[in-house]
């Protein structure tokens, strides 16, 4: 970009360059003021009336084909950065097998940058999981006579896409793709040629691209959206009623624990084996808290999964062996007559029931939970008198 300046008086000059925001693509650029000035004395102050540089879309090109829908003579077209070569007999065909024939025009838009790419294009992936990481260039071709667009190319034209130098360098090898609206293809690989530029065999129509596609960065957690187990259980060694785990990928481990904080991917704790654990086995009785955890192969842990547990015998051991009227609430807690009733069971004064033996056989003790031996004893009336005294 380019100004002229008259009638300055001396020694006043007006030096520097005009600026605008950057950008090949077809649209609108702003310029701006740039470096412009007037130098000292400066009898002179500047002031700058903004404007616009637009770059249009070249119109489109033409093909004309004969009646069995192939090129009759070489035809070179340039497109907007691109130039694209279909030699004498190309066979031109729709989605469908279908020839078309007469008039064709053509229109190719070239996208330089990952952000020019709309967005489906732009996030979609190889089939084998990678991400767009780096672009060279890429184009989208339409050849079209009315409503009828070309699918098929055969044999296919050379596209001639020119790559920047901070992608490639001349005698590079460089990789290119299709884009065929969910995934992005491998077509083959191509050499950067001494003007910095590579030739293409498209073959089919669709978005075609010189990038580099790299392994995608696996951030996100596993999810534990399902973790069941019993409520309550008479053995120290748990089931799992229900562990199931979502990833973006693959889990990789499970790992149960009484721990409500996450471990590192790196604890020795993950079993070796990758499998969904059957069961738990719990040091002691009593009330608690399972949390369930998983990992996947990028090391990310998934938040806790918590499922509570009663390690104990049936909940009829409350040490009530006298039941209160049936006019009356249900007992909850031993009185003394209860611990006196246990008494005489133990000392063989009164032979109890079968109900009886249910609630009052509370001996001995484990971690503070009955474990029931099937008959009454002192032992029962000792921890019968207890829970009656508050101890």
Do not use: C
Not at 179 to 197: I, M, Y
């Amino acid at each position: 970009m380019t100004y002229s300046v008259t009638g300055l008086v001396a020694p006043d000059t007006m030096s520097g360059s005009l600026s605008r925001v950057a950008g090949e693509n077809v649209g609108v650029y702003a310029i701006g003021q740039g470096t412009v000035a007037v130098s000292a004395p400066a009898n002179y102050s500047v002031s700058y009336a903004g404007a616009n540089l637009t770059i249009d879309a070249l119109p489109p090109d033409q093909i004309t084909t004969g009646a069995d829908a192939k090129t009759t003579v070489p035809m070179s077209l340039p497109a907007s950065g691109a130039n694209l070569t279909l030699g004498a007999g190309t066979l031109l065909t729709d989605a469908s097998g279908n020839p078309i024939s007469g008039t064709l025009t053509v229109t190719a838009s070239v996208m330089n940058s990952i952000g020019a790419l709309p967005t489906n294009t732009a996030t979609a992936q190889t089939p084998d999981g990678k991400i767009l990481s780096v672009l060279g260039n890429s184009i989208d071709i339409t050849i079209s006579a009315g409503a009828s667009n070309v699918k098929t190319i055969n044999p296919p034209m050379i596209v001639n896409l020119p790559v920047a130098s901070t992608f490639a360098l001349p005698g590079a090898t460089v990789s290119y793709y299709s884009f065929d609206g969910t995934t992005w293809q491998l077509e083959g690989t191509a050499v950067v040629n001494p003007d910095g530029t590579v030739d293409i065999r498209v073959g089919h129509l669709s978005v075609w691209a010189v990038a580099v596609f790299a392994a995608a960065v696996d951030s996100t957690p596993p999810v534990v959206s399902s973790f069941l187990i019993p409520a309550t259980s008479s053995t120290l060694l748990v089931p799992v009623s229900s562990l199931i785990v979502t990833d973006d990928v693959a889990v990789t481990g499970y790992l149960l624990s009484e721990s409500a904080t996450a471990p590192l991917a790196t604890d020795p704790a993950w079993p070796k084996d990758a499998g969904v654990p059957a069961d738990f086995l719990f040091p002691t009785w009593g009330n608690h808290t399972l949390y369930a955890y998983a990992k996947d192969a990028a090391g990310n842990v998934s938040a806790a999964k918590s499922a509570p547990v009663f390690i104990g015998t049936v909940p009829d051991v409350d040490g009530v062996v006298i039941p209160a009227p049936p006019t009356d609430p249900p007992k909850l807690e031993p009185q003394l007559p209860d611990a006196l009733k246990s008494l005489n069971f133990a000392m063989k004064v009164e032979i109890p029931t079968e109900p009886e033996i249910l609630h009052g056989d509370v001996a001995p003790l484990v971690n503070g939970v009955p474990q029931p031996d099937g008959k009454i004893n002192l032992g029962d009336t000792i921890v019968i008198l207890r829970r009656v005294v508050g101890l």
